[in-house]
Nanobody, 121 residues
Framework: QVQLVESGGGLVQAGGSLRLSCAASERTFSTYSMAWFRQAPGKEREFVARITRSGGSTYRADSVKGRFTISRDNAKNTVYLQMNSLKPEDTAIYYC??????????????WGQGTQVTVSS
């Protein structure tokens, strides 16, 4: 089973940027569709963005469109989340996840341990 390790979280001021990385343990990384989710204190985990196996197609939640970009480098077994124009409401633990489905499916997802992002006002 693939193992995922997120990095890149931290404290940033509103309007700033961060890039999250998620490194996968398997050489078959390119066979997984990938996604980012987040969970704020006291709230349910919510979808942020997903990307297909080849990286040819992406989809983002309305709340992050125009600010966040998901990408992947299959040669490095890594998926990224570039976050620009950060807002205090983006504060959350960010999780990456892998799915063997062509389109990411939470039913068969494997999750990383998460990385904290805190945006100060």
């Amino acid at each position: 089973q693939v193992q995922l390790v997120e990095s890149g979280g931290g404290l940033v001021q509103a309007g700033g940027s961060l890039r999250l990385s998620c490194a996968a343990s398997e050489r078959t990384f390119s066979t997984y569709s990938m996604a980012w989710f987040r969970q704020a204190p006291g709230k349910e985990r919510e979808f942020v963005a997903r990307i297909t196996r080849s990286g040819g197609s992406t989809y983002r939640a309305d709340s992050v469109k125009g600010r966040f970009t998901i990408s992947r480098d299959n040669a490095k077994n890594t998926v990224y989340l570039q976050m620009n124009s950060l807002k205090p409401e983006d504060t959350a633990i960010y999780y990456c996840a892998a799915s063997e489905s062509v389109i990411f499916n939470t039913q068969n997802a494997v999750w990383g341990q998460g990385t904290q992002v805190t945006v100060s006002s």
